[in-house]
């Protein structure tokens, strides 16, 4: 049983990071991710001034709408190929199996974003101190992000237009996340974290029972 | 290998708003094949997945010892792997390795999977069925895509699974050349 698990998280990691058929790896998301950055100056200008106050939420965002890329490879393609079907008769809970892919997702998703923020906070000239922060509400709040996103992943698989339904779907659940994140880095905003950290759990707790409901659903 | 049994009391399908079959019942004893034939739409696939455990039955129920194993269009293999490594995958699953030669799969085994042509997706698939070890074969058109020769192999192939004291439930609409077969037509229980 933990030995199939390994194998399933092994597998999952290595598809989320080198991307499967025609569905881009781990590098698109982190490439959003920096281009949001490297655009912003353009458009506001190159006041460092403005950039520092403003930046650290255009990072956010950044990070919001990079988590959004990958949906349509999360859960669909394994629904479609018939894979968790083949899990289920195996007896693999889909519970269990979401969770290993969140975690996968996470290790594909939020961990080169936080290691791709300090070029974003050195193209919208941040302090130090902003980076610290930012990179802290990054390793709190992705978890919540890669749960989102795989939940709404399963929920949109197999419909079509899934993808575009996903986006608009998991952006409203994610908006806590993005309040607490931002919000953290204003002055006496260090309360933030903390209930970033607490969002981000609940979205971490709920996300493979919601999932696993939403696959079996799907097999009706 | 333990007996193992299927078994399966009552049973109707429903998809959408339309009952598609009821009052479906049968046992299989190790070593037994069973055939459920009848016209496209009938309801052999809705069946098939209902034996596996993953729809639900409208009606009735479905009991079973030994393991589930099931063979549908679907190969649930990673399209841009190279064969060797998808069956690789579900051996690290299953323990036991996909008895490859018999198959016919060894010079393919570097191609990835979405450059083989649908029998030899199929064979892979079937491959991948044989492997798992399950004592109950469920198999939703075992024999489309694949010519003759390959069609013969893979009764063989569950000829040999019964002889070991296997279980076969084969949805088809072919004709199938397997000792002692017993057949359900699924005309007989529509609604």
Redo the contacts between chains.
């Keep these: 049983m933990s030995?199939?698990i390994w194998?399933?998280f092994c597998?999952d990691l290595g598809?989320l990071v080198r991307g499967?058929?025609g569905r881009g790896g781990a590098l698109l998301p982190l490439l959003f991710f920096v281009v949001v950055a490297m655009l912003y100056p353009f458009a506001v200008g190159p006041d460092a001034k403005l950039l520092a106050r403003t930046g650290a939420g255009v990072i956010w965002v950044a990070a919001l709408l990079a988590a959004i890329l990958p949906l349509d490879r999360l859960v669909e393609?394994d629904v479609?190929?018939?894979?968790f079907?083949?899990w289920?008769?195996?007896g693999l809970s889909e519970e269990v199996l979401l969770l290993v892919r969140i975690l996968a997702h996470w290790l594909s998703f939020g961990l080169p974003l936080m290691l791709a923020a300090p070029i974003s906070a050195g193209l919208l000239s941040l302090t130090g101190e902003q980076l610290r922060v930012i990179e802290i509400g990054l390793l709190l709040g992705t978890p919540g992000l890669a749960a989102i996103g795989v939940t709404i992943a399963a929920i949109t698989a197999g419909l079509r237009a899934g993808t575009a339904l996903g986006g608009l779907l998991a952006i409203p659940l994610a908006v806590p996340l993005l309040i607490f994140g931002a919000g953290s880095l204003q002055p006496q905003g260090a309360g933030g974290l903390y209930l970033l950290a607490a969002a981000s759990m609940a979205a971490l707790a709920i996300a493979p029972f919601a999932g696993a409901a939403a696959i079996r659903a799907g097999?009706? | 290998m333990q007996p193992c049994r299927l078994a399966a009391f009552d049973l109707a399908c429903r998809r959408g708003d339309r009952v598609l079959l009821r009052g479906l019942s049968f046992e299989l004893a190790p070593g037994e094949a069973l055939q459920l034939g009848g016209p496209n739409g009938i309801g052999k696939s809705s069946l098939i997945r209902m034996l596996a455990g993953l729809l639900r039955p409208f009606h009735g129920h479905v009991e079973h010892s030994g393991g589930l194993a099931l063979s549908d269009e679907r190969a649930a293999l990673d399209a841009h792997r190279p064969l060797g490594e998808a069956l690789d995958f579900w051996r690290r699953i299953d323990g036991a390795g996909p008895p490859t030669a018999d198959f016919g799969l060894e010079d393919l085994l570097d191609v990835p999977v979405r450059f083989l042509s649908t029998g030899q997706r199929k064979r892979a698939a079937l491959a991948r069925l044989a492997g798992s070890g399950a004592q109950v074969w469920l198999l939703d058109e075992p024999l489309n895509g694949l010519d003759t020769h390959w069609g013969a192999s893979a009764q063989a192939a569950i000829e040999a699974h019964r002889a070991a004291g296997g279980i076969a439930v084969i949805a088809s609409h072919q004709p199938l050349d397997l000792k002692r077969l017993r057949t359900i037509h699924l005309l007989d229980y529509q609604p």
Excluded at chain 1, 80 to 83: I, N, R, S, V
């Design positions: 030995g199939a194998a399933i597998r598809l499967s058929l393609p479609e190929a018939g894979m079907d083949q289920a008769l195996r097999r009706e």
